[in-house]
């Protein structure tokens, strides 16, 4: 670095400290067993689904699938395909695939590998999700394992695309910020494996994920802020009380109702509609100020905790809390300081 | 690793702001170059969780329809729940339902017209035609008086009728 110039060795050095400053590896680790736990949960509710929504007679069937969903055309990889379509030729020709096979992946590479499964088949692979995730909880192989965790969401995804919601989507995105960090250098199954074998322990990780799901936790909540604010009926203060009255999403009509009709009700779900959106616009700057930080984070567990239990909109806010874990102060204490 | 690392970070801020800033001047140049990687891993950032809230309850209700002109009724893929109840687990239907209820999304309608002559054809029923109509409860506006649900507003529009492939 020394022959750079000194405004760009300053901007390396604070990109440097900025993404890679080592913080506690429990940090990774607690970060894994919470999402882990939360991905079998998720998981587990698929279950019951399969039949109809992963099935290949079910809602999701090749037709379907073949004529309306694709990876969004051209792709970045495409400048390789020459080169690739060498390499499949070459093994095509000594019969270790046939075509058919190579031209289905190809041409819908999201659907080759979960096509024209059986029932018993879905069954068997949901079970070897489970058994995935809780390879992931424990920390088993982790450096592989969570690669394989990532390809078991995006392949779920693309075979039944029309049936997930942006908290699915939140739970890819952790899992794949997740990829990015050795989350089974401690508390894992990998790190009681390497103090048997006497091989040294890592006890610091780099920030990155952090930071990466810091980021992304803003730009959610300012996108969605920004977006709510522009709507009439959260400048009215009536949305909260009307995404109580959707049927398809109250937990519990029968329990809500009676008060949403009555002057307090129509005064609280008001007031929860501006705290929502104040929360919301104001959640990055009140993270990013340490002051408030911990307020910030406390009144979106709060919030978050009221829309589990007054409506049924699935992951989205299990996996926004997940999120605040980054918030958390990880930084290594100081060491080798003299006892005084 | 921390030249990668700092690739991949790179390329995700990359696909962050591309998709998050799709509706203004300065998205869809860099959108262009990364929709690929968002849609393949499904990772785009628009986030308008009830941005413009429901004001109704939405469903689809199929009805059967025989050689003889018959109609019978056919369960809904996603029916309301009982508002008397407690919904304890998020439908994954449901999402399925609101997705395609949209006017243009027909080709999911389609999707459920095929697994409902499947179903039918199975159980010994030969449907000629599924038509298919969208409900649509009209959620009071606030300081309205308390009424049950049951005797909301309700407007049904037949969105198309399918035949069934024999």
Known sequence: ?340 | MRVLLSLVVCGFLLVMWGSAMRYTPFGPPVRELTRPIERSLGIHQTWPMFGSPPRTTVWLEPKGILDDGERIRLEPLHPIPDPNGVIRRYHRRHKFTRNAVAEKRDYLRAAMVRRYCREAKASGVDLRKIQMDRVTLVTPPPYSEYTPRSTWRAEVKTLETWNCRR
């Open chain 1, 1 to 340: 670095m020394s022959g750079l110039p000194p405004w760009l060795r300053d901007w390396l050095t604070w990109w440097d400290t900025f993404w890679f400053a080592p913080v506690d590896a429990r940090s990774v680790a607690a970060m894994r067993i919470s999402l882990s736990l939360l991905l079998l949960w998720w998981w587990v509710w698929l279950y019951p689904e399969l039949p109809l929504l992963f099935s290949e007679s079910g809602l999701h069937d090749a037709y379907l699938l073949r004529k309306h969903w694709s990876l969004g055309g051209d792709s970045l990889l495409s400048p390789l395909y020459p080169a690739l379509a060498y390499v499949l030729d070459g093994i095509v020709a000594i019969g270790l695939l046939s075509p058919e096979f190579i031209h289905g992946v190809i041409d819908h590479p999201h659907l080759a590998l979960t096509q024209g499964w059986t029932l018993e088949q879905l069954q068997w692979g949901h079970l070897g999700g489970v058994v995935l995730l809780l390879a992931y909880l424990l920390g088993f192989g982790t450096d592989v394992v969570k690669f394989l965790v990532l390809g078991l969401l995006v392949v779920t995804y693309h075979r039944a695309p029309w049936i997930w919601n942006g908290g699915d989507r939140l739970m890819r995105i952790w899992v794949l910020f997740m990829c990015l960090t050795p989350s089974g250098a401690v508390w894992s199954v990998d790190a009681w494996i390497k103090e048997r074998l006497g091989w040294a322990r890592r006890t610091t990780v780099p920030v990155l994920v952090h930071r990466l799901v810091q980021w992304q936790l803003i730009v959610l909540y300012t996108w969605t802020g920004i977006d709510k604010a522009m709507d009439h009926f959260w400048q009215y203060g009536t949305a909260v009380w009307f995404a109580l009255g959707d049927g398809g999403y109250a937990r519990a009509p029968w329990l809500t109702d009676p008060m949403l009709h009555t002057s307090l009700g129509v005064w609280v779900t008001g007031a929860l509609t501006y705290y929502t959106l104040v929360f919301e616009i104001g959640f990055g700057p009140g993270v990013l100020w340490k002051k408030t930080r911990n307020l910030t984070l406390a009144a979106g567990v709060a919030l978050h905790t009221g829309i589990f239990f007054l409506l049924s909109v699935g992951m989205f806010g299990p996996a926004s809390v997940w999120g605040y874990q980054s918030y958390l102060d990880w930084s290594m204490p100081k060491r080798d300081e003299p006892n005084s």
